[in-house]
């Protein structure tokens, strides 16, 4: 399968590091065998809708994963 990870904006950070957690969970899921494209908006101003779309209009994932740290929800949501 497809599959679509998206690493959350960071906006209020003064440092940007990817977040470790997902690096595991791409790995893993293509050791499962799926195909894994990673979105990291943290590198484009352009506006995260945007970006989004223009990744699923393009990869046609079958699934999309987000995810980030706690302080991350607001992003996220």
Known sequence: M???????RQTC???????LGIG???ACLKRAGHEVQ???PNHSCEPLDAL???AIAKQEPGMVALG???FH????R
């Open 2 to 8: 497809k599959i679509l990870v998206i690493v959350c």
């Open 68 to 70: 980030g740290m706690a």
């Open 73 to 76: 929800f607001r992003e996220i």
């Open 38 to 40: 990673l979105l990291n």
């Open 13 to 19: 950070m003064q440092s940007y590091h990817i977040p």
């Open 24 to 26: 595991y969970v791409s």
């Open 52 to 54: 989004v779309a223009a």
